[in-house]
C-alpha cells in the first residue's frame, strides 16, 4: 500500500483530502495539533488499518517511520479571525512546518504539495487573478502573517525544487466551503449560515460590495488529486470562478434558510480584499479540471450539514484555548 502523509488532516480541507486517499486505497497518516483541527471531522477513519494519526505540531521536527510516497501539506489556521488569535503559529506552520515537510519530502523521495493560498495575491489589483501575477500585499497588516508565510512557502519549496530536486506542487486555493467547516472560525459562509440557525441578522462587513468567488469542497479535493498526480511544478489556482458580492451571497443564505432576519452592517475590517476570482486557465489546460458544483446545489449540503449540529455546538462560543 503506498503511504500518504497529510498534515492538517483535522481540518475542513484535511479530513477530506484524507477520506479521499483512502477511498483511492492508500495508507493516510494523518497529523495535527488540533488547535484549529477537530477530531471529530476524522472519528470515521481511527477504526480503519489504513489509517493512523500523529498529534504533532510540524513546526517542530517531523519524525515518520517508513516508506513515504506523497505529503500534503494542509496545516494551517485558515480564517481572519484565527490569524489575529495565533499569529505566530500562523506564521511558524508555514514556514518552519514547510521546511521541515520539505527536508522530509528529500529524504523520503516523496512528492510534496503544499497549499496556498490567493492570499499571496493579497487585494488584488488584476482581477481575475491567473497565476502570474505577483499581488499586493501588505506585510504589516493583520493578514500578513498568513499572507507572508504562504509566500515564503512557495518560495522555500521551489527552491526546493530546484535546488534539491524535490518533486513538489503549489496549490492556491480560492475560498472554498462545504461540510466541516468550523461554525465558529468567523469565515462568512459559516458565519452567515449560522446566525440565521440561531435567528440572527447576518453581518455584512462595509457595505457588501466586495465580492468572492466560492468553491465547493469536493471540487477542490478533485483539483488537488490531480495536481498532486500531475507533472507541473509552477503553482496553479484552483477554485470557483463564480463570482459574488457579499452582500447578494448574504442574500442567498436569507433565501436558502428562510429566516426572517436581515442583513446588518459592520466595519469592515482592514485590509479586506476587495475583488477576487480565480482564472483557472491552467487548471483547465493542465489538469483538464473544473468545478463541477454550482452554488445552489453546494450551499444546500453544507446548510444540511450546518443544521445536522446540536443546539450546544450552534450556541456555544468557540472553546478554543489558543
Ligand atoms: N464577511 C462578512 N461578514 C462576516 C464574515 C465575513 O461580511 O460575518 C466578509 C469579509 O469581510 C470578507 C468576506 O466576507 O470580505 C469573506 O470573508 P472570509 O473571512 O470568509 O474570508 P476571506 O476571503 O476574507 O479570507
Known sequence: MERILI??????????????????GYHVIAMDNLITGDLKNIEHLFKLRQFEFHHHDVSKFVNVPGDLKYILHFASPASPIDYLKIPIQTLKVSSL???????????????????????????????????????????????????????????????????HGVETRIIRIFNTYGPRMRLNDGRVLPAFIGQALRGEDLTIFGDGSQTRSFCYVDDLVE??????????????????????????????????????????????????????????TKAKKILGWEPKVNRDEGLKITYEYFKSLSKDDLFKKEHRQF
Open 7 to 24: 498534515t492538517g488532516a483535522a481540518g475542513f480541507l484535511g479530513s477530506h483530502l484524507c477520506d479521499r486517499f483512502i477511498k483511492e
Open 97 to 163: 512546518g514547510t521546511h521541515n515537510l520539505l527536508g522530509l519530502a528529500k529524504s523520503k523521495k516523496a512528492r510534496i504539495l503544499v497549499a496556498s493560498t490567493s492570499e499571496v495575491y493579497g487585494d488584488p489589483l488584476v482581477h481575475p487573478q491567473p497565476e502570474e501575477y505577483w499581488g499586493n500585499v501588505n506585510p504589516v497588516g493583520p493578514r500578513g502573517v498568513y499572507d507572508e508565510a504562504k509566500r515564503f512557502m512557495e518560495a522555500i519549496t521551489m527552491a526546493y525544487h530546484t535546488f
Open 223 to 280: 483539483g488537488i488529486y490531480r495536481l498532486l498526480l500531475s507533472n507541473y511544478s509552477m503553482p496553479v489556482n484552483i477554485g470557483n470562478p463564480s463570482e459574488i458580492s457579499i452582500k447578494e451571497f448574504g442574500e442567498e443564505i436569507i433565501k436558502l434558510t428562510g429566516t426572517s432576519q436581515k442583513l446588518i452592517s459592520l466595519p469592515l475590517p482592514q485590509d479586506d480584499p476587495k475583488q477576487r476570482k480565480p482564472d483557472i
